[in-house]
């Protein structure tokens, strides 16, 4: 087992991988008896730095801010506790009785038919003669008249004078095509937008270094070498590509000219101007009848039933004075039979829950810059170089199956898997060791102490 252990501890003191270029003593100083050193490569230190790049420009954009509320709620009361009075209410019997609606009434009609129309109040002013306040209901007045006499005669009418006539002789004209301005010449204002580009650009993230490699194999059988090549090695510099959006031109106004439009149209041109020639019109007589009256119309009013005189006709107009009877209606009454009374309730407190709003802050119009806009970057820059320098390690006079599974199980806890912890150092154990330096910038190379103090091992 101490052979296979050796072996396991060599083959991880010649896997470092970055070393820093310094003179190193060819033994471990202040070395102490019962104590193992190898040399071990403390990695190099990186400080990770923020770099904001622009990647847009700056503008404004206007926000309308509404007015802000706050809504509490709130009891209020909506009635007192108080004392109401109730009605109790009367009590009463039905009882039928007959009421007049309307009284007897004497009406003038024009017969005494039942639906016969009213007479007109002017009609009976008319009527000579008779004492119509005394006239008794049933009783009918008719109107006669005499006609009026005519005779035809004939007269000559002037329909026409004398008079002239004018007469116009048309204007003659021509059509022609003729260009017609429509709209003059404008000037119109067009707003241009700012047009951005999309430029990448090449960042400096991590610049180039030289770092020392270890090697192997050409110097093993040189007498008194360590077995150990030390190689410089250049590390190109790394770059990181962004995208940048650039302001090629900003916004603005351009003035460009709206010609004038012109349109062909058919005008019609004067050649000769219109005339006005005057005829005499002689006087135009129609001759006509007329109906010439002699005797005038005549009317009188005569009681219904007499004996009417000779040469008078019924001029197709009456009255008569018709009795209209008066209208009853039955209705049901209530009749009181005891009065309403009051008693006393009392009536409880009521309460309503209510959201009362009230105004935090008024509505406004907030112009807001829009800031530019910046993207952020981290660059890795390198604060100390990577060395090889001597450490206390645990090997075979210092090394046993207890610690080795105190370290497996301590790796398992930290999440660097090893599997069983078997008390052995087997490749699983090995790739977990320097994961762990790696991942905690401890020294690699072997076991040292310094691992043994980050994993919580004390020995």
Known sequence: ??????????????????????????????????????????????????????????????????????????????EAEGKELVVVPAKFKKVTEKIMLEPAKKLWKTSLEKDAPFVDSRMLTSIEGFDLNTTTPGTCYKKYYKAAEYKTVEENITVQEATEKIEIIPAEYKWAEKEVLVTPESKKVVEVAAVYDTKEEKILVEPEKTVWKKGSKPTEDVEGATGEIMCLVKIPAKYKIIKKKVLVSPASTQETVVPAEYETVKVRELIKEAEAKKIQVPAAVKTISKVKLVIQPEFKWFLGGDNIEEGWQYAAESVCLVEVPAKYIEIEKNILEEAATTKEVVVPVKYKTVKVGKLVAEGKTVTTPIPE????????????DAKVTWQRILCQTNM??????????ALNEKGYSVGQADGRIGNATYRAI????????????????????????KK
């Open 400 to 409: 046993n199956d207890k610690v080795i599974t105190e370290i497996q199980n």
């Open 434 to 457: 320097k994961r762990y330096q790696i991942d905690n910038s401890l020294a690699t190379g072997g076991i040292t102490y310094e691992t043994l103090i980050s994993l919580g091992i």
């Open 1 to 78: 087992m101490k052979i296979r252990l050796s072996l396991i501890v060599i083959s991880m003191l010649a896997a470092s991988s970055f070393i820093a270029a310094e003179e190193l003593s060819p033994i471990p100083p202040s070395a102490k008896a019962g104590e193992c050193y190898a040399k071990v490569v403390v990695p190099a230190k990186y400080e990770d730095k923020s770099e904001q790049i622009l990647v847009k420009v700056g503008a404004e954009k206007i926000e309308v801010i509404p007015p802000e509320y706050e809504f509490v709620e709130k009891n209020i009361t909506v």
């Open 373 to 384: 806009e910046y993207k952020t970057i981290s660059k890795s820059s390198k604060v100390a």
